[in-house]
C-alpha cells in the first residue's frame, strides 16, 4: 500500500483529474472576484471566518488554537471531499469552486480598498508561504474525490447496461481505494506543515 514507486505511478495517472481541479479552482478565484452576484454569500462566509478569528485570538494560546484549527479543518475537509466524492463527484466540485470564489473575492475587496499594490503583498506574505502547500493538497483531495465519482458512476452503469464489464470495473474501483489510503497520509501530513506555516510564519509576515 505504501510502495513508493506504485503510489507515484497511480499518482501521474491522476493528472488529469488534478489538471481539471485546477482549473476549476482559478474559474471560482475568476468568478469570485468578478461577479458580484455572489457578493452576499462569500460576505457571509468571510464573516463566520472572521468570527472564528476572533475566537482564536481569545483563547489561551492562539498559535496552537490556530494550528490545530486550521490543521483539523483542512484535514478533515480534504477526507470528507475525497470519499464523499463517490457520490458523482459533486462535492469536491463545488468545494473547489466556492473556495477559488473566496479567494478572488478576498483579493478583489482588498484591492478595492487599498489598491493593487496592497494585494501582492497580501499574495506574498499572506497567501504564498502556506498556500503553496495547502491549495495544491486541497486541489489533489477533490481531484480524488472527482475520480472516485467517475469510477462509482462507470461502475453504477456497467451494473445496468453492461455486467459484462462489472467485475473489472469493480477491481478498478477497488484498487483506486486502497491507493486512496497513502495519499491521504500525505495530505495530511502536508496540511499540518501548512497550518503550522500559516499560524507562525505567515502571521508574522502579515505583522511586518
Not at 99 to 109: A, R, V
Not at 156 to 173: I, M, N, P, T, W
Request: with cysteine; proline share 3%.
Amino acid at each position: 500500500m505504501f510502495n513508493w514507486r506504485l503510489n507515484w505511478e497511480h499518482f501521474k495517472r491522476m493528472n488529469p483529474y488534478i489538471a481539471f481541479s485546477t482549473i476549476l479552482f482559478l474559474a471560482g478565484m475568476v468568478i469570485g472576484g468578478t461577479n458580484p452576484a455572489f457578493k452576499a454569500f462569500l460576505d457571509g462566509q468571510l464573516g463566520g471566518l472572521g468570527k472564528l478569528a476572533d475566537m482564536i485570538d481569545n483563547s489561551s494560546n492562539p498559535t496552537l488554537t490556530m494550528i490545530i484549527f486550521i490543521f483539523l479543518n483542512n484535514a478533515i475537509k480534504s477526507v470528507v471531499v475525497m470519499y464523499l466524492g463517490a457520490m458523482f463527484g459533486i462535492l469536491p466540485f463545488f468545494f473547489l469552486v466556492v473556495n477559488g470564489m473566496m479567494i478572488g473575492y478576498l483579493l478583489k475587496t482588498t484591492a478595492d480598498l487599498h489598491g493593487g499594490g496592497y494585494v501582492m503583498e497580501i499574495i506574498v506574505k499572506g497567501l504564498l508561504p502556506h498556500g503553496i502547500l495547502e491549495i495544491p493538497a486541497i486541489i489533489i483531495a477533490c481531484a480524488y474525490g472527482m475520480r472516485f465519482g467517475v469510477l462509482v458512476l462507470k461502475a453504477g452503469g456497467s451494473l445496468v447496461f453492461a455486467r459484462s464489464k462489472s467485475s473489472g470495473l469493480g477491481r478498478e474501483l477497488e484498487s483506486f481505494t486502497i491507493r486512496t489510503v497513502p495519499m491521504v497520509v500525505y495530505l495530511t501530513i502536508t496540511l499540518l506543515i501548512a497550518a503550522v506555516i500559516e499560524s507562525t510564519i505567515t502571521t508574522w509576515l502579515l505583522t511586518m
